[in-house]
């Protein structure tokens, strides 16, 4: 190696690592080379299209994403003795979304640039025609397809574009000329089409992420300017709200159980923080909770979906269609999904004291399927006997009175107003309902003072005076 070589060669390097930071130029330990990694800067609102068959494990056969950053492509490079007086640099071309034909085709351009500047470092015009050109040069634009087209030789899938690619470098349109247009240098580094779309979104998530850390932003609660790396943007409205305002509203939230209301505190919008923006914020005490209570209520809002009722276990069990035994995957407890009593097979569900009025009021209001369900349920003998019972509380509570002393009920067909019990043979006013004195009963009705003074047949005089009008 010459010495103006060699001394070129350690310049270059010096001005890559001082022009390019440390994800995008590496040099090499132990030889004259290193790696560059070369973001493109695509158009705005840049689409990527993929379309696969049915080998690939895709939700559907179409894709489609507006991405702002795609994997970069990867120069490895290695600088001979020589270099640049007389040889090139040996490189190999890597990147994800091209396909060896376009590759190629960068590969034999990065060679014409080395003719014209024979003599020269080539690695900066390398790296920028890249990073700059290689949109244009390869005639891509948005949106950009990739589409699943078996070739053989390896070659899985093959971007839009690429036979064109092959015919600016002076190649023919079809594919066994594509075939031919493959270099060696040129390397596609992805093992599928459902790899790449995977790869694709995560990276465009990561730089959209740095980007945004690196900004300023004001919060729309407290109006502070902050960082992005302190801050949190929603994705569905891009409205942004610093970390801390955004932990006291959902800490707030999550402890009052309203874990759907996690959402942009700007008036009117309905945007809602995902569980991955929740848990960054919240400690695990609360996010275990808000998982729990979100859990729960899309559970409940399935319809074969019931709760062990055992108060200590309720774990979610999934209800059979048509049938009513439920068995908890947890205690193992069998029960019936109707009653939630222990299961009993085709006896009817059994009626708790507390809940018999309600059965009488849900039957009576119920449409003839309804009836038959509820008779089927519990039985016809204990729906019937619920309604007797009715008609028979009502029937006490309009003709009679309690007595104040046992609680007997009692009807007063006729007589004063001085009644006795005949459970426990108390006296008692039928009007109000006080009790009397043993030894002289009357003298509730003789006293000024009594509020049923005079009053001792009152209710004979209204009774005598209908019965008059009835005659």
Not at 317 to 328: A, K, L, S
Not at 370 to 378: A, H, V
């Amino acid at each position: 190696m010459s010495s103006e070589d060699k001394e070129a060669q350690e310049d270059e390097l010096l001005a890559l690592a001082s022009i390019y930071d440390e994800e995008e130029f590496k040099r090499a330990e132990s030889a004259q080379g290193g790696e560059t990694r070369i973001c493109l800067e695509l158009p705005q609102d840049f689409k990527i299209v993929v379309r696969g068959d049915s080998t690939e494990s895709l939700q559907s056969s179409g894709f489609e994403y507006s991405v702002c950053f795609l994997p970069p492509l990867v120069l490895n490079f290695e600088l001979p003795p020589d270099y640049p007086s007389t040889s090139p640099p040996m490189f190999t071309l890597s990147g994800k979304w091209l396909s060896q034909a376009q590759l190629s085709a960068l590969c034999k351009h990065l060679d014409n640039v080395w003719e014209e500047n024979r003599g020269c470092v080539v690695l900066f015009a390398w790296m920028q025609f890249l990073k700059e050109e290689t949109l244009n040069y390869l005639n891509i634009s948005s949106p950009y397809e990739l589409t699943m087209c078996p070739q053989g030789k390896g070659q899985g899938w093959t971007a839009a574009g690429a036979l064109e690619a092959g015919k600016d470098c002076g190649g023919a349109a079809d594919s066994a000329a594509a075939e031919e247009l493959v270099d060696a240098r040129a390397v596609r580094d992805v093992e599928s089409l459902s790899s790449l779309i995977r790869e694709i979104l995560d990276f465009d998530q990561a730089q959209r992420r740095k980007c945004f850390n690196s900004k300023m932003y004001s919060c729309s609660i407290c109006f502070c300017e902050k960082l992005g790396s302190e801050c949190m943007h929603f994705t569905e409205c891009s409205h942004v709200c610093c970390k801390a305002c955004l932990k006291d509203y959902f800490e707030i939230q999550i402890r009052d159980g309203q874990v759907h209301c996690l959402n942009c505190p700007e008036p009117k919008c309905s945007s809602v923080a995902t569980p991955s923006q929740v848990k960054e914020l919240v400690g695990d005490e609360l996010f275990a909770r808000y998982d729990r209570l979100l859990l729960q209520s899309s559970l409940d809002l399935m319809a074969d979906v019931v709760y062990c009722p055992r108060p200590g276990c309720q774990t979610p069990v999934m209800q059979e269609p048509g049938c009513t035994m439920g068995i908890c995957s947890c205690c193992h407890y069998a029960f019936c999904t109707l009653c939630s009593m222990t299961y009993h097979g085709v006896s009817p569900c059994k009626v708790t004291a507390e809940k018999l009025m309600d059965l009488r009021k849900e039957y009576l209001e119920a449409d003839e399927t309804n009836k038959r369900f509820l008779e089927q349920r519990y039985g016809k003998r204990v729906i019937q006997k619920a309604l007797e019972e009715m008609e028979s509380k009502e029937w006490l509570e309009k003709n009679c009175k309690s007595c104040p002393c046992c609680g007997t009920h009692i009807e007063k067909l006729d007589g004063c107003n001085k009644m006795t019990c005949k459970g426990c043979m108390q006296y008692f006013c039928w009007l109000c309902m006080g009790s009397l004195s043993r030894a002289n009963p009357y003298r509730h009705f003789s006293d000024p003072s009594s509020p049923c003074f005079n009053r001792l047949f009152q209710a004979m005089h209204i009774e005598d005076e209908f019965w008059e009008v009835e005659d």
